[in-house]
């Protein structure tokens, strides 16, 4: 669900030395409750912060995305197919993904362990990932909504998560930006992922770009 693995560059991030509090942070990171049945239909990305290289240029380029969660013959797996467009161009991932207790997890090809936590938006989902790809962890915040409004605060909330994290703040798409037709033959999302994931030679030349963008991109 994740527009494709997004990632990061920690540049400028844990020098600028800013926190919330403890206590604060306990309550944003605890993770909530939510079921199956809440999980499913049509999700609207929002924005996210994560340090997965490259995960920052893809935040500036991409102008919108969506996922959508049905059920499938096993209660505890469900069908995730993902929209993005990207500079322009629309594409499609499909995959399974475990969910239980509040968790949805996926362990191969790579492992993600994704937990849900409280937002401002009564109809948005903020969701917290951490990935192990071979010797590689990362951690993801990702925000996720019903419709295309969401109010400042739930964008403030985010944004002290993302603080709690130590992550760099989130990058929101344009709520009015065209999204991607549903018609599009997806490919199998996992493979595509874990082929990003897996890229270590690339992710130097990653962190580069996304340390630009971030420079020069608002």
Not at 38 to 65: C, K
Not at 66 to 72: G, I, R, Y
């Amino acid at each position: 669900m994740k527009c494709p693995a997004a990632a990061v560059v920690l540049l400028s991030l844990l020098s600028l030395g800013r926190s919330a509090p403890v206590s604060s942070c306990d309550t944003l990171l605890k993770p909530i409750t939510i079921t199956n049945e809440e999980m499913l239909g049509r999700w609207l990305y929002v924005g996210g912060s994560s340090d997965i290289p490259g995960s920052r240029s893809l935040g500036h380029l991409m102008t919108s995305a969506w996922l959508d969660l049905t059920t499938t013959s096993q209660s505890n797996v469900l069908h995730l197919v993902q929209n993005q467009r990207i500079y322009g161009q629309c594409s499609s991932l499909a995959y399974d993904v475990n969910f239980d207790n509040s968790t949805m997890l996926i362990e191969q090809p790579f492992y993600l362990k994704e937990v849900y936590l409280s937002t401002e938006c009564p109809d948005c989902l903020v969701a917290h990932e951490d990935v192990k790809s071979g010797k590689d962890y990362f951690t993801s915040l990702l925000m996720f909504s019903r419709s295309r409004s969401i109010s400042p605060a739930a964008q403030e909330m985010l944004k002290k998560q993302a603080d709690c994290l130590d992550m760099p703040p989130p990058i929101f798409v344009d709520s009015n930006n065209e999204m991607c037709p549903e018609n599009l033959t997806p490919s199998e999302g996992l493979s595509a992922l874990n082929s990003l994931l897996e890229a270590r030679m690339g992710h130097r030349v990653a962190r580069l770009l996304d340390a630009i963008f971030d420079m020069f991109v608002n």
